[in-house]
């Protein structure tokens, strides 16, 4: 804020300074060219006296040279000239500069004017309600959901604030399914904790008969041992469920259908990864194709394009990034590949798993996230994604349903 009112004051201080410096200029010319006619006078009275004619359009501020009676009765500004014994009124005119110049600070008080306002309006409806929001998002990182974000309806900030309250009541709502789903996996786990104490107590009660020798009947001893056995079932069934609670669904997934075209989709690809890859060299390819309508959240196909193309330059060998498109059984089929695969068939099973990763991302920062999201959205807009490795270049296709 304070800088922007620095700026205004710089601004209008440098155009009152040019304003008053242009002035100063055509005062001076008009003081410096108000005598000419008198040279001109000066010259005209030569030529008559040596050639006893003259040529007013040699002289351009003259307007008229007149002898006689009346010489001295004129309405025009005059002088008196003598030539060869005989006088002559010679009209002049200096022109209207006095004019020009009131006319001239005229419009630059317009201009004026117009600055001023432009400035006013940019700190009213741009430089203020922007540092209204200035804190919102330290807050938000510091995790202060509760933090004021002030409306603002002006066609600057409008959607911006109604795009941070969006996030805010996002991130809001992510902390409450994690804070419930932690309480619901800590009183599963322990429940079960508690369940299994009873067959392992079984376990170890049996184990130690069998130990001291107190069961000298065989059946006794096989019942004892089968008894072992059934607890051990109980307690590996226990661990399943343990183990199935921990591996539930880290993330959840929200899908809104709706239908867009492709070429909106792969229009905003574009635009985002373009320039940032032709800024280190790299190129971003992107095949014919037939516009259509595709059956989709718009944001979450986006997201995983945006997903695959990441991989793509983080494992690609940087020499070509590129997207294709076919058509097949009602559905578009959306491929993007890369040169410089390294990594080994065999793990394509698991490469849309979890915080997996593969050989080749050893030297790669990431968690292994990027396929299972596209996985896992794919499938909530009924679509599907496959993955394959052909000379040395690997293709991700995205299977989106025709509207």
Known sequence: MRAFGRLCIAVITIFLLLTAVLNLFLVE????????????????????????????????????????????????????????????????????????????????????????????????????????????????????????????????????????????????????????????????????????????????????ALAKGLYKDEEKQRTAAESINNRADEIERFVSEITKAASEEFMSFEVTPGEEFLSVIITKIYERYASQLAMSGRSLAIRKYDDCILSCDPDRLAECLQNLIENAIKYGDGRLIEISFDKMDGCELITVSNTGCTLEEKELPQIFESFHRGNNADKVQGNGLGLFICKRLMSLMDGEVYVDIRDGCFFVTLVVKLA
């Open 29 to 208: 010319t008009k003081n410096s060219n108000e005598g000419i006619y008198r040279v001109e006078a000066k010259r005209l009275a030569d030529e008559i006296a040596e050639t006893g004619n003259y040529d007013l359009e040699k002289y351009p501020h003259i307007t008229g040279v007149f002898t006689g009676d009346d010489l001295y009765r004129s309405d025009e500004h005059y002088l008196i000239i003598e030539a060869d014994g005989t006088l002559y009124r010679v009209e002049y005119t200096v022109g209207n500069r006095q004019h020009g110049i009131a006319v001239l600070n005229v419009v630059l008080g317009a201009l004026f004017l117009l600055i001023t306002g432009l400035l006013y309006y940019i700190r009213r409806h741009i430089i203020v309600p922007f540092g209204k929001l200035n804190d919102v998002p330290k807050e938000l990182a510091r995790g202060n959901l509760a933090v004021p974000i002030p409306e603002e309806k002006s066609r600057f900030f409008g959607k911006f604030t109604w795009g941070v309250n969006l996030l805010r009541e996002s991130i809001e709502d992510g902390r409450k399914k994690e804070i419930t789903m932690q309480r619901d996996k800590k009183l599963l786990l322990l429940s079960l904790s508690h369940d299994i104490k009873t067959p392992l107590s079984a376990i170890k009660l049996n184990a130690k």
